[in-house]
């Protein structure tokens, strides 16, 4: 059982950064991948990136590409998501997930294990 802990949301003027993190109650096997989703009231999780733990391979929604960046850190079992040049429209609670597969899927059903999520809010 992979327990998930998000942190680092919070109140940002458009054009800020923001950096979240998630950590892991264990160990990360090389088969997970680690993903970062959103959601806003009335939708469903939208993908927003995702990072193959053995290899490093990163995929990101159109949305967020050239803005953010996910990356991890094997010795703590953390994953981050740099957010850069916020927008009004990046606001939502974004959610960190886990699944046992060597590929990034961008449904938020794929995923095994989630976290309980941190606001983000970008003021205009």
């Known amino acids: 059982q992979v327990q998930l802990v998000e942190s680092g949301g919070g109140l940002v003027q458009a054009g800020g950064s923001l950096r979240l993190s998630c950590a892991a109650s264990?160990?990360?096997?090389?088969?997970?991948?680690l993903a970062w989703f959103r959601q806003t009231p009335g939708k469903d999780r939208e993908f927003v990136a995702g990072?193959?733990?053995?290899?490093?391979?990163?995929n990101y929604a159109d949305s967020v590409k050239g803005r953010f960046t996910i990356s991890r850190d094997n010795a703590h079992n953390t994953v981050y998501l740099q957010m850069n040049s916020l927008k009004p429209e990046d606001t939502a609670v974004y959610y960190c997930?886990?699944?046992?597969?060597?590929?990034?899927?961008?449904?938020?059903?794929?995923?095994?294990?989630w976290g309980q999520g941190t606001q983000v809010t970008v003021s205009s």
């Open positions: 990072i193959n733990w053995n290899i490093g391979d990163t």
């Open positions: 264990e160990r990360i096997f090389q088969t997970y991948t």
């Open positions: 997930g886990a699944d046992r597969t060597w590929m990034i899927p961008t449904t938020f059903t794929e995923y095994e294990y």
